[in-house]
């Protein structure tokens, strides 16, 4: 096993172009041809993790939070990020992340919050747009299915629940070719009106080198004509946060209650009660202040997630109880998402949980 084979199913599920501009994941050391001897599963690496890994024989460490979000110009462990570093380095362990592109995919970060708590009705909270395009191409008519099937096996014609889906129009071609061309329907030099189709698909950005690659390869013509739209269409699969309901409505010091449990929270900060049933429930797992607006306007009873400043609280306003259940407790899950992926994938492969809590965070 390398570790392209498990990053290429990592990235299958959570793929790098989902992650958001500041971030850093993918794989932060090692090399993609390094053989792996076992994979060990984390929310942080750390050093007690290296060592972990070295103890149980892993050499690839799959953490949720990237170790290095900033340019490191010295190398010299002067601090613990420098130190996981030169510890991974000697003992060639590749460490690899996978962070907002986790937290952006439905299946992701936000879904197992809502697993935990038995949510229906989930969606997307706040849906990312920009994630496709639109590929037109011109094709004479003997071909059209022959580089249609080629787009569709491509992966493009993706949209969210359908697949194979495209848009056919006629109409009439033209071109004349000079002295060193070679066409495909008539001769140089001579002006050429061919009955062609106009054939659209639905292409994500992640796919359309893949799907242009495939167009180019199964078209008949010496030159492919195509043209690439960016569309704002909201993905109702990428994006952040989450929002559901539960089964059956609760108290909500009853429900507090509920995620004081599941997450093994050893305290919640939340914002007044307003002394109602709650049903609707918004997440984000991790840092999700930014969200507070999108959970208001979704009619969101409750807002699940962490990092909260004190003023920002204040912007609760009345509308809805926001329960900062802490960091580490919101993205612990995330293990079990890693976990699944890779044993479901590769069932015979050593993959290891971690044993260890890192949560930076103590209460007394």
């Known amino acids: 096993m390398r570790v392209h084979q498990i990053v290429q199913v990592l990235e299958s599920f959570a793929p790098l172009a989902y992650q958001e501009s500041y971030d850093n994941a993918g794989l932060i050391v090692g ?17 007690a993790i290296l060592d972990e890994a070295i103890a149980t024989g892993c050499n690839l460490v799959i953490a949720h939070h990237p170790i290095v979000f900033t340019g490191i110009k010295k ?18 362990i590749a460490i690899y992340a996978m962070h907002t592109n986790l937290d952006n995919v439905y299946a992701g970060v936000n879904f197992e919050i809502a697993r935990q708590i038995g949510l229906t009705n989930i969606q997307i909270l706040s849906p990312k747009t920009g994630m496709l395009n ?42 004349k070719g000079n002295d060193q061309s070679q066409p495909h329907i008539g001769k140089p030099n001579v002006l050429e009106l061919v009955d062609e189709n106009k054939l659209e698909v639905m ?9 242009l690659k495939a167009l180019i390869a199964a078209h008949p013509y010496e030159e492919v004509a195509y043209e690439v739209v960016a569309i704002q269409n909201a993905s109702k699969e990428i994006g952040a946060g989450m929002i559901g309901d539960l089964v059956i409505s609760m108290d909500e010091l009853a429900f507090l209650e509920l995620l004081k ?43 699940i997630s962490s990092d909260f400043k004190y003023h920002e609280f204040f ?4 509308q809805l109880v926001i329960a900062d259940i802490g960091h580490f407790e919101s993205e612990q899950h995330t293990i079990n998402i890693f976990y699944q992926i890779l044993t479901e994938k590769f069932p015979t492969f050593a993959v290891r949980k971690t044993n260890l809590n890192t949560n930076p965070i103590n209460y007394i």
Do not use: M, W
């Open 261 to 303: 449990r599941q997450f093994n929270c050893k305290s919640i900060r939340y914002t007044s009660l307003l002394n109602k049933k709650v049903k609707r429930i918004a997440i984000c797992g991790g840092a999700g202040s930014f969200l507070l607006t999108g959970a208001k306007s979704a009619g969101a009873d409750v807002f």
């Open 315 to 318: 912007d609760a306003d009345n």
């Open 31 to 47: 090399q993609l041809e390094q053989e792996v001897t076992g994979v060990l599963i984390c929310l942080d690496s750390t050093e």
């Open 203 to 211: 292409v994500s950005n992640q796919l359309l080198p893949t799907v």
């Open 134 to 175: 639109k590929l037109s191409t011109f094709v004479p008519k003997e071909s059209i299915e022959i580089v249609r099937n080629a787009l569709f096996n491509a992966g493009a014609g993706a949209i969210n629940n359908y697949s194979n889906c495209s848009f056919t129009s006629e109409g009439i071609g033209t071109f």
């Open 75 to 92: 190398l010299t462990g002067k601090n613990y990020v420098e130190r996981v570093l030169l510890k991974a380095i000697k003992n060639d």
